[in-house]
């Protein structure tokens, strides 16, 4: 089994900055993808950031990108988000997930595609 723990969230002001990381412990072997994802109450679960096992491959949601930078320490098993220039529709739980799918341009935003989950952290962000 695998365990993925989230780290970082809180509160911060509209054009703060936050880093969250998510630790992979167990059988993290055969994990491929990493990813983001985000939900904001009352709303549905969606795809914020992916990187591939080498990060040679990233995808980003278009209401994040050029701000959010994802990266992975494979050494480590840890994956991090970078989040700048934080707005107050970022808020929402962040949820770190890991997938065993290696076909990263079909399934990196899906989150069906994906085998293990985090608990998830909070961030807030105040206009």
């Known amino acids: 089994q695998v365990r993925l723990v989230e780290s970082g969230g809180g509160l911060v002001q509209a054009g703060g900055s936050l880093r969250l990381s998510c630790a992979a412990s167990?059988?993290?072997?055969?994990?491929?993808?990493m990813a983001w994802f985000r939900q904001a109450p009352g709303k549905e679960r969606i795809f914020v950031a992916a990187?591939?096992?080498?990060?040679?491959?990233?995808r980003y949601a278009d209401s994040v990108l050029g701000r959010f930078a994802i990266s992975r320490d494979n050494d480590k098993v840890t994956v991090t988000l970078q989040m700048n220039n934080l707005e107050p529709e970022d808020t929402a739980v962040y949820y770190c997930?890991?997938?065993?799918?290696?076909?990263?341009?079909?399934?990196?935003?899906?989150?069906?595609?994906?085998?293990?989950w985090g608990q998830g952290t909070q961030v807030t962000v105040s206009s």
């Open positions: 167990g059988l993290t072997f055969d994990i491929d993808t």
């Open positions: 997930a890991g997938s065993t799918n290696a076909q990263f341009l079909a399934t990196a935003t899906v989150a069906s595609s994906y085998d293990y």
């Open positions: 990187a591939s096992r080498s990060s040679s491959n990233t």
